[in-house]
């Protein structure tokens, strides 16, 4: 799959400095305090370090900024990166100033040499991981690689930085199981291919389940099935069950848009950027890795991940506009356009999972609506409630992860867009706020007294520039806010 570079954690030896060839990194404060490591560089390098402390230049840095030496005297390296470093850094800035390390060394190794302890070294080393994923998976020739070279880092107690960065580093492997997921190819990610992925994850204590057409069909999922009844690759249904909180104890549910690609079905999508909708089951991605987080970290919490897995596409069985199919719930929808498909997999999917484990809450992911990317870019993704404290503390974790969200309203104006003539509703409510009246149809499916958040995560689950954390494609967004909202609002002790 995915190469991601395994740190290599090391005691501190200044002596390493002269010899190490690649890029040498130290840190300095915006006040120009050189830690041991930091002075040893400047004594190699015949006072460079010192010079650029002094300068104009560096009188306008910032904390998180990187300066370069490049090839300084007396060390063997390419270069020597300056990193200023605030010892009031928050979690954000230390995190992305590891990543931006490591988009800078560009394949070159990477030794990080951490003179003195800091208190945001665990999240910098996390940064460092996080941007150090290339999915070269389909890329034979090693010329073509943007694979990260050896990271090491040293520091006085490399035990303590390492015990302190095993829970960060859990969740980092969380984002990247998601990004992997996202980035793979259709042909490669089938329903199957991903139902097995997330059924290897029992070796982490996990309880997976892998719900069929047949069991489909007896729970009447009606509207789930007939988004994926054009498609050779079979609807599946995953339901991952993490059980670390106190038994009994009603669980978080996460539901992810499994679409794991989105032709519109016989609503077809114009050709162009039709390639991009293999990162339509980015929501089911989320939860994945989200899961995967959660027990590599053995949260102290109970947390199912519910995930509709399906194929949208066009053939003589696929569903046609005009159709009118019944969910699990009971409601009829009339399909309008068969390219509004992400509702449909997730009504019958989010009443399952109230039907079956009455959570104490639910938040749904989805790559919804192109809407929201015409409403809020790639900046933020858009979060629908109808509870204020569950909304409040997830946007106060995604704040606190450096992850974009942004609350939209939801009323009984937008949900009388979805009236239809002969069913129930219907799957479309015009184009006037296409994803206020998406998350509608999604709040005709969450009971009386479930506290529920939907994410609609079209514009950020993967992005055509790279971002502070990530390369160009997956990002992974919404697994870091959503392991601190598990943290903060779920775990006991
Ligand atoms: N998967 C798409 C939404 C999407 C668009 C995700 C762009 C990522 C990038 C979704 O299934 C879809 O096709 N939505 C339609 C809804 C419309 C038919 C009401 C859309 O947004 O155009
Ligand atoms: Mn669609
Ligand atoms: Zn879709």
Not at 421 to 430: E, I, L, P, S, Y
Request: with cysteine; aromatic share 4%.
């Amino acid at each position: 799959m995915t190469r991601t570079t395994p740190i290599r954690f090391a005691d501190l030896d200044l002596d390493a400095l002269e010899g190490t060839e690649g890029r040498v990194v130290v840190t300095v404060t915006p006040e120009g305090t050189l830690d041991p490591a930091a002075r040893r560089a400047n004594r190699l390098s015949k006072g460079a370090v010192k010079r650029m402390v002094e300068s104009a230049r560096f009188a306008k840095a910032k904390s998180g900024d990187v300066i370069t030496l490049a090839w300084p005297a007396g060390m063997a390296a390419e270069a020597l990166d300056i990193l200023v470093l605030s010892k009031k850094a928050d979690a954000v800035a230390a995190r992305k100033a590891g990543a931006a390390l490591v988009a800078r060394a560009a394949g070159a190794p990477v030794l990080l040499a951490l003179g003195s302890s800091h208190v945001r070294s665990a999240v910098l080393v996390q940064g460092m991981v996080l941007r150090s994923y290339a999915f070269d998976a389909h890329k034979t020739g090693e010329e073509d690689s943007d694979a990260t070279g050896d990271i090491t880092v040293m520091h006085p107690r490399p035990e303590t930085l390492e015990a302190e960065a095993v829970p960060l580093l859990a969740v980092a492997e969380g984002v990247l199981m998601t990004r992997d997921l996202v980035n793979e190819p259709a042909n490669v990610l089938t329903t199957t291919e991903f139902a097995d992925r997330l059924a290897a994850m029992r070796d982490l204590g996990l309880e997976v389940e892998v719900l069929e057409e047949a069991d489909l069909e007896k729970l009447g999922m009606r509207t789930l099935l007939s988004v994926g009844q054009g498609s050779a690759t079979p609807t599946k249904v995953v339901v991952m069950q993490w059980k670390g909180g106190a038994a009994g104890e009603a669980p978080l549910a996460l539901v992810g848009k499994g679409v794991v690609f989105d032709t519109g079905g016989i609503s077809l999508k114009p050709g162009a950027g039709m390639e991009d909708m293999t990162m339509d089951m980015g929501g089911a991605g989320v939860v994945a890795g989200t899961m995967r987080a959660l027990a590599l970290r053995k949260a102290k919490a109970n947390v199912v991940g519910l995930v509709g897995l399906v194929e949208n596409m066009p053939s003589s069985t696929a569903t046609r506009p005009g159709d009118v199919v019944k969910s699990m719930k009971g409601d009829t929808v009339e399909i309008i356009n068969t390219d509004a498909e992400g509702r449909l997999v997730l009504c019958d999917v989010m009443w399952y999972a109230q039907d079956r484990f009455a959570p104490a809450g639910m938040i749904d992911l989805a790559t919804l609506t192109g809407a929201i990317i015409i409403g809020l870019g790639h900046e933020n993704a858009g979060v629908f409630s109808n509870d204020d404290a569950l909304c409040g503390d997830f946007l106060k974790a995604a704040a606190d992860e450096g992850e974009g969200a942004w609350r939209m309203p939801l009323g009984a104006a937008y949900d009388k867009m979805l009236k239809s003539r002969v069913a129930d509703m219907k799957n479309v409510g015009g184009r006037p706020a296409g994803s206020i009246t998406a998350a509608q149809f999604l709040q005709r499916f969450v009971k009386e007294g479930t506290p529920w958040i939907h994410l609609d995560i079209a514009g950020v689950a993967s992005i055509k520039e790279g971002t502070d954390l990530a390369p160009k494609g997956a990002t992974g967004w919404g697994v870091m806010a959503l392991d601190r909202l598990v943290r903060n609002r779920f775990e006991t002790e």
